[in-house]
């Protein structure tokens, strides 16, 4: 049985990023320090937002250093001398260079939101539910100098929902990820698992979302539009135009999916359903601009959109 393991975590520090570090917190096993990144800010004006991370580690009195780009030659000193067992990785954004690969006794393991080598890359959770995938999951996997092409320690599958979105879908993978994470490295440094390399001919890769990414196109199927509103819900949102204002949409439907129009982008009853090439969507919450989330219905109490009339991606 593994005695008390000496760990370091490095995560961006979005609220989604405390559940590994509770449970390790909860654990037998010690912190002895975290990495996190620092907020960025815009002019002298900070942007919204703040480090959940940061906080809580302050709290618990644990060393905890924000960085907003390569991990410099003091700290990798610094890591040195803490005998680290582990280096826990979470959506850190920073890629680390093999000076820190190979601090730790048992090498540095990333909790990575697919079942790799699907999904590499930036933005997995949101390209499962683009691609209106059934079934996605977690992969804790032994960090290389590679993106995402470290080998297998341990990987679980879940069921992707209907009423799921990027929200509920990473909040349920990172809760069941981190219930899983201290049994599995105690096992590795028991030496209780075989570790599997990744199959690189399978592999698929997704981009960094961008903004011009939110901006729906009618010009496609009504299927593949709800996965661009699951995907980006509640934040950024998936966008589009009508009467000139930017909507948000957080929670919509597919109606007559099987139906091709010629005529797309077009509003087609008093409630939003919007036709597409292929389909259409219904409405169900929005946002307008500098306003509150709010059903459809109430929308339009207030604020008329006539059948036929076309909306528009940008």
């Not at 190979?102 to 683009?130: E, M």
């Not at 995402?148 to 879908?169: C, H």
């Not at 990172?174 to 590795?188: G, M, P, V, Y």
């Amino acid at each position: 049985m593994i005695n008390k393991l000496n760990l370091a975590y490095f995560a961006g520090g979005a609220e989604f990023t405390l559940e590994p570090f509770s449970s390790i917190l909860e654990s037998k096993h010690s912190v002895k320090i975290i990495y996190t990144k620092k907020l960025k800010s815009a002019g002298k004006v900070k942007k919204k937002g703040s480090n959940e991370l940061f906080i809580l580690a302050l709290k618990k009195n644990i060393e905890t250093i924000a960085i907003d780009k390569l991990i410099s030659s003091e700290h990798i000193e610094k890591l040195k001398k803490l005998k680290l067992d582990f280096i826990i990785v979470f959506s850190f954004g920073i890629i680390l260079p093999k000076e820190i690969l190979d601090i730790p006794k048992y090498g540095c393991i990333n909790i990575h939101t697919s079942l790799l080598p699907k999904w590499r890359g930036a933005s997995p959770i949101q390209h499962a539910l683009l691609n209106n995938e059934k079934e996605t999951g977690f992969t804790f996997i032994s960090m290389n100098e590679k993106l995402d092409e470290g080998d297998i320690i341990y990987k679980e599958r879940i069921n992707i929902e209907n009423i799921d979105n990027y929200q509920t879908l990473l909040y349920r993978i990172t809760k069941l990820a981190s219930n899983r994470l201290i049994e599995i490295i105690e096992k590795l440094a028991d030496d209780k698992i075989k570790i599997v390399k990744q199959d690189n001919s399978k592999a698929s890769y997704c981009y960094k979302i961008k903004k011009e990414h939110t901006y729906i196109k009618f010009d496609n199927t009504a299927s593949r539009i709800l996965g661009q509103v699951k995907a980006f819900a509640p934040f950024p949102g998936a966008k589009f135009f009508l009467k000139g204002e930017l909507i948000k949409i957080l929670e919509a439907k597919v109606e007559k999916e099987s139906i091709n129009n010629e005529d797309y982008g077009v509003v087609v009853d008093n409630s939003l359903l919007i036709s597409c090439k292929k389909g259409f969507i219904r409405l169900i919450k929005v946002q307008r601009e500098g306003k509150s989330i709010m059903n459809v219905k109430d929308l339009l109490n207030g604020w008329k959109v006539k059948v036929g009339l076309k909306v528009n991606a940008e």
